[in-house]
């Protein structure tokens, strides 16, 4: 069996309440990617990059003003920086989360004539094509040799949980998901799903529809290995990066 490449896997950033210490300026995962000696080809951010509250069809909270353009400009730099330390021929992928959907569901409620104009979309405002980010919209499949990646719609209880249902429910294929903020990886004969933890802020209190509960998120992301057999079959071999205080490691490396 030989190598075919490495890939990096991170979800739910939902700026602009962020990590700053992973994904914010000078963040950890930009040094990551740009040092690691597995030299990621490929890097998949599957969803929840921005929140948009001020889209939701959720009842608004009193004081709390609008974001989105904040939350966009963030975004914008993120892909900046993560094109930088990835390097010009590291494929990047773009995956639409339940977050980013809102932006589409909230013109089709209130100017659904905006539509056709096709400039405020996410690959728009974004301008994905200046930093070379492939898009893969929400309701489209997405099959990376072999491995199922998609932000994920099930959300069961307790870490693990999500990752055995859509596991399940993808009849049992390799896959990656995120949504459920919980780190998670499951096993059933040679299948495997991977459950990403979240890269937003920490603290409960930066998320103000939380009120005072205090929820059951891990942070976290994950990595995977290509192989082809002699056959010319895949094989993929998916890692859990576990993320505690702000710390990570990967190959006998702190970050």
Same mark, same amino acid.
């Not at 309440?17 to 990551?32: A, M, P, R």
């Not at 740009?34 to 009842?59: C, M, N, P, V, W």
């Given at each position: 069996?030989?190598? /075919?490449? $490495?890939? /990096? #896997?991170?979800?739910?950033? &939902?700026?602009?309440?962020?990590?700053?210490?992973?994904?914010?300026?000078?963040?950890?995962? #930009?040094?990551?990617?740009?040092?690691?000696?597995?030299? #990621?080809?490929?890097?998949?951010?599957?969803?929840?990059?921005?929140?948009?509250?001020?889209?939701?069809?959720?009842?608004?909270?009193?004081?709390?003003?609008?974001?989105?353009?904040?939350?966009?400009?963030?975004?914008?730099?993120?892909?900046?920086?993560?094109?930088?330390?990835?390097?010009?021929?590291?494929?990047?992928?773009?995956?639409?989360?339940?977050?980013? @959907?809102?932006?589409?569901?909230?013109?089709?409620?209130?100017?659904?004539?905006?539509?056709?104009? $096709?400039? /405020?979309?996410?690959?728009?405002?974004?301008?994905?094509?200046?930093?070379?980010? @492939?898009?893969?919209?929400?309701?489209?499949?997405? &099959?990376? %040799?072999?491995?199922?990646?998609? &932000?994920?719609?099930?959300?069961?209880?307790?870490?693990?949980?999500?990752?055995?249902?859509?596991?399940?429910?993808?009849? #049992?294929?390799?896959?990656?998901?995120?949504?459920?903020?919980?780190?998670?990886?499951?096993?059933?004969? %040679?299948?495997?799903?991977?459950?990403?933890?979240? /890269?937003? %802020?920490? $603290?409960?209190?930066?998320?103000?529809?939380?009120?005072?509960? %205090?929820?059951?998120?891990?942070?976290?992301?994950?990595?995977?290995?290509?192989?082809?057999?002699?056959?010319?079959?895949?094989?993929?071999?998916?890692?859990?990066?576990?993320?505690?205080? $702000?710390?990570?490691?990967?190959?006998?490396?702190?970050?």
């Amino acid at each position: 069996m030989k190598l /075919l490449y $490495n890939a /990096l #896997f991170i979800s739910d950033i &939902h700026f602009p309440t962020h990590n700053k210490e992973i994904v914010g300026k000078d963040g950890k995962l #930009f040094s990551f990617v740009k040092t690691s000696k597995r030299k #990621f080809k490929k890097i998949y951010q599957i969803g929840d990059l921005l929140s948009f509250d001020e889209f939701s069809t959720h009842a608004k909270i009193p004081g709390k003003q609008a974001e989105a353009m904040e939350s966009i400009e963030m975004a914008k730099t993120f892909w900046s920086d993560l094109r930088k330390a990835a390097g010009p021929t590291c494929e990047l992928t773009y995956v639409e989360g339940n977050h980013e @959907i809102r932006l589409e569901r909230y013109l089709v409620r209130q100017a659904p004539e905006l539509l056709p104009l $096709n400039v /405020l979309t996410i690959p728009q405002l974004l301008e994905l094509n200046k930093y070379n980010v @492939i898009w893969k919209p929400y309701r489209k499949r997405l &099959h990376v %040799d072999g491995l199922k990646v998609t &932000h994920g719609k099930l959300c069961r209880p307790q870490s693990g949980n999500s990752a055995r249902a859509e596991l399940k429910k993808n009849k #049992f294929k390799n896959g990656v998901s995120g949504h459920t903020h919980r780190q998670g990886w499951v096993k059933d004969v %040679d299948n495997v799903w991977m459950e990403l933890g979240n /890269l937003a %802020d920490p $603290n409960p209190e930066a998320h103000s529809y939380l009120d005072d509960s %205090d929820p059951d998120w891990s942070q976290g992301m994950g990595m995977g290995t290509c192989c082809e057999d002699e056959n010319g079959n895949k094989h993929w071999f998916l890692v859990p990066i576990e993320i505690k205080d $702000n710390y990570f490691t990967v190959d006998g490396i702190v970050y």
